[in-house]
């Protein structure tokens, strides 16, 4: 055992001596930036129900995957997320009923289409490790996916942010101003569901909206411009989500969860000290 | 003085929304530096014309475009003050961040450019709102969100703008100061100004000519010419006195006398 090893295992951050806690303490590190950054559009843009049915959409991409024999669904998953994301934005465009109403029958319809599929000769019960999540179960290649995710966000928000905040606002005079609104929300709305479904298997079904939204919702509190609060946003995001996987390492509970419930402290804590 | 488009023409646009005729064969000439008021009833599709000359809902017929050698121009600048802004009060951005939306593709979120600083500050000045730069944006009044906006909207200087129903929320004071800003902008920058409002009297005072629409143009002409118009003083229920006040105030309308409209059909 070298030094450093031998300090960390005796120290406070023992629980980070064994390789799959090195993995998801950097999966949690990437995934603290990715989710703080579209989570702050995602809150503003007022699409926070939009990216629950995304995740709930998850469970068809499994099904689908699965059906089509492909060894890990992930991909099926992506695909049918962004399917599903640009499908609602387009109903949502005709105006056929109200924007929460649209959300909430596609993803009704998405998960029963998925438990339809997955309980097929009663055996629904191998897929809940999606419904929890584990991250330790993380690996390399894993890690590398999700880096090249985070870099992508990080280059559209970089590229983007400035449209996407105006079209958020209000976007009449975002079209006024020749921002391609319609675009740049199915652009980011795409990235969304390729961020929630990558992640769903680490993060878990259940939890993983709350990922993406609290955060964001506590830096609301706080920020008083766009730019504090997208930084806030990824510092709650990433506070929480060490504070949480090393808090789920003594429990012993899932990862996913306890970082959200750390994320929530958060929340309650900004909502005391909330701007005027 | 030049103006970059002379004038804007708008040849029988019809618009149909939800199935029903909101517009049909609206004829109007704008030329540039002119004020021009558009009044009607409510639901006599004032909005709508304004957002089919900022091509945001589909319409038949055509809007030109002229600029001061006759040649069309297919996207003039268009700075557009929208009748009410619906927004999150509580969405953390700054006024900045509004221009930064509108004009600057550096991110936001790495801090402002000190050039779109510059540029948003001449344009707040512009409109007495120089103080406003870094509040929150839920956080304004009315009255400061309207001159945040006008100032949004002048910024680069557009072509035409238009304004719709820019005061409704707003005090009186705000809304002579409002419309004294909008008259100074027009002349400092010759800009073609459209202005749908309810208010005869601040049309009377401010317009060079005004418009009555109602689904179509009933009336149009010099300001004191149409608040004469039987037609329009019945609708309104106004007498002579706002005709007379109209024509007491000095005009600026055909200006563009190299504007060779019949060119364009």
Redesign the interface.
Known sequence: MTGWESWVASGPLEWLQFGFMRNALAAVLMLGVLYGMLGSIVV?A?MSFFSDAIGHAALTGIAIGILLGLGNPVWAMAAFAVLLALAIIRVQRMAAASADTIIGLFMAFAVALGVVLLSRGGGFARYTRFLIGDILGITRPDLWWLAALTMVAIAF???S???I??AG??R??????G?REELWQGAFAALVAAAVTISIQWVGLLVINSLLILPAAA??NL?????????LAVGISLASGVAGLAASYYWGTASGATIVIIAMGFFLVTLAFRRK | MTCGACCTKIVKLGAIIGGREVLRDVDLHLHCGELAAVVGPNGAGKTTLLRAILGEVPHSGHVHFLDSGNQRRDRPAVGYVPQKLEFDHTAPLSVLDLFAGALSRWPAWLGHRPGLVGQAERSLEAVEAGHLIRRRVGQLSGGELQRVLLALAITPVPDLLLLDEPVSGIDAAGIESFHQMVSDLRNRYHLSVVLVTHDLAQAARRADSIVFLNRTVIVQGPAAEVLADPRVRQAFGIGPELAAEASGQPRRSGRCVDCKLEGVA
Do not use: E
């Open positions: 503003s007022q928000l970089a590229f942010y400035n449209r905040v105006l606002f209000n009449p005079l975002a079209r006024s101003r921002v830096a609301r920020a008083k411009d766009s730019r504090q609060y997208l930084w």
